[in-house]
């Protein structure tokens, strides 16, 4: 394979290099920062691209906001983030962008050369190399990002109802409850969606919708 290795610490380039070029592949470019990653990505075309998180010009998320307009220019590009943290937000729609040639590896979790530079070739011809404490991390933000674990499971089973169009005296019946208990619930229901009273939206139609995107 053709590759593209962005990493602001000059010693990890050039290991990286040593080791993807003693197991047979070519390594067409090495970077330091962000901006001259996309310049070579355009210049060289690789098959794959080895990219650090934080690198100038500053500091932060570079690596992987470069990555980010990789995969939306050149999406055949397959992408192996590696890095010493995981940024949940990019880390999420890096992977939201599409399933397939991404990787995103903690440096210090990798203890042996030979499955890094498997999970490399799986990047590489379309497949997915994602360490257990990345795929841990992004399940938790999910989690924590999604209103609908705030809810019961009979708030679950009145909201269900709702979204099949029944009403509430309808939901009562089926759940064997009072109408003043299927009140109650939906009332919780709309308060954990985070779905306040609006003149303009109606607030039961919104919290259906949530739960069929679900």
Request: proline share 5%.
């Given at each position: 394979?053709?590759?593209?290795?962005?990493?602001?610490?000059?010693?990890?380039?050039?290991?990286?290099?040593?080791?993807?070029?003693?197991?047979?592949?070519?390594?067409?470019?090495?970077?330091?920062?962000?901006?001259?990653?996309?310049?070579?990505?355009?210049?060289?075309?690789?098959?794959?691209?080895?990219?650090?998180?934080?690198?100038?010009?500053?500091?932060?998320?570079d690596g992987l906001r470069a990555a980010l307009v990789i995969r939306k220019r050149w999406p055949s590009?397959?992408?192996?983030?590696?890095?010493?943290?995981?940024?949940?937000?990019?880390?999420?729609?890096?992977?939201?962008?599409?399933?397939?040639?991404?990787?995103?590896?903690?440096?210090?979790?990798?203890?042996?050369?030979?499955?890094?530079?498997?999970?490399?070739?799986?990047?590489?011809?379309?497949?997915?190399?994602?360490?257990?404490?990345?795929?841990?991390?992004?399940?938790?933000?999910?989690?924590?990002?999604?209103?609908?674990?705030?809810?019961?499971?009979?708030?679950?089973?009145?909201?269900?109802?709702?979204?099949?169009?029944?009403?509430?005296?309808?939901?009562?019946?089926?759940?064997?409850?009072?109408?003043?208990?299927?009140?109650?619930?939906?009332?919780?229901?709309?308060?954990?969606?985070?779905?306040?009273?609006?003149?303009?939206?109606?607030?039961?139609?919104?919290?259906v919708l949530q739960w069929v995107r679900s």
């Amino acid at each position: 394979m053709r590759l593209v290795i962005a990493e602001d610490s000059v010693l990890l380039r050039v290991g990286l290099t040593r080791i993807l070029a003693d197991a047979g592949e070519e390594v067409v470019a090495t970077v330091g920062d962000a901006d001259e990653l996309l310049t070579a990505v355009e210049r060289h075309q690789p098959d794959m691209c080895i990219v650090d998180v934080r690198m100038p010009p500053t500091h932060t998320d570079d690596g992987l906001r470069a990555a980010l307009v990789i995969r939306k220019r050149w999406p055949s590009i397959g992408i192996l983030v590696l890095s010493q943290y995981v940024e949940e937000r990019y880390a999420s729609d890096l992977l939201a962008a599409s399933g397939v040639g991404i990787g995103y590896l903690l440096k210090d979790r990798i203890a042996d050369v030979a499955e890094f530079v498997d999970a490399v070739r799986r990047v590489g011809n379309r497949g997915t190399a994602l360490d257990p404490e990345v795929v841990a991390q992004l399940l938790a933000r999910a989690r924590r990002q999604d209103p609908l674990e705030r809810l019961t499971p009979r708030e679950r089973e009145v909201l269900s109802l709702m979204a099949e169009g029944r009403s509430n005296p309808a939901i009562a019946r089926a759940l064997v409850v009072t109408d003043k208990a299927v009140e109650k619930h939906v009332g919780n229901i709309l308060t954990k969606l985070d779905l306040p009273p609006d003149e303009d939206d109606h607030r039961r139609v919104l919290a259906v919708l949530q739960w069929v995107r679900s």
